[in-house]
Nanobody
Framework: QVQLVESGGGLVQAGGSLRLSCTAS????????MGWFRQAPGKEREFVAT????????YYADSVKGRFTISRDNAKNTAYLQMNSLKAEDTAVYFC??????????????????WGQGTQVTVSS
């Protein structure tokens, strides 16, 4: 049984930082490209960032480029999303997702095989 569990969300002031974690179980983590998506109230879920299964490539949405960093530790079966210079518009539920052998440019949520339950990030202005 595959599980992805996000953690690290919370309430932060604008300009602050948070680091989200996504810990996987029930799959061979090192074979999966990991993606982060987010869904703000009243909006559709949108792509945030990906990191390939090898960790060799990353890709970001324009809205977070230069502020967010995706990384992974295959020994810990965990992917991370470091979020700096947070803005009110970053407020959303953040989800991680897994796709076996995906490229870095897979931004369509339907392509991903497994999803976490999400963690809330709230940025106060």
């Amino acid at each position: 049984q595959v599980q992805l569990v996000e953690s690290g969300g919370g309430l932060v002031q604008a300009g602050g930082s948070l680091r989200l974690s996504c810990t996987a179980s029930g799959l061979t983590f090192s074979l999966y490209t990991m993606g982060w998506f987010r869904q703000a109230p009243g909006k559709e879920r949108e792509f945030v960032a990906t990191i390939t299964w090898s960790g060799g490539m990353t890709y970001y949405a324009d809205s977070v480029k230069g502020r967010f960093t995706i990384s992974r530790d295959n020994a810990k079966n965990t992917a991370y999303l470091q979020m700096n210079s947070l803005k009110a518009e970053d407020t959303a539920v953040y989800f991680c997702a897994a796709l076996q052998y995906g490229t870095a440019y897979v931004v369509r949520e339907r392509a991903y095989e497994y999803w976490g339950q999400g963690t809330q990030v709230t940025v106060s202005s």
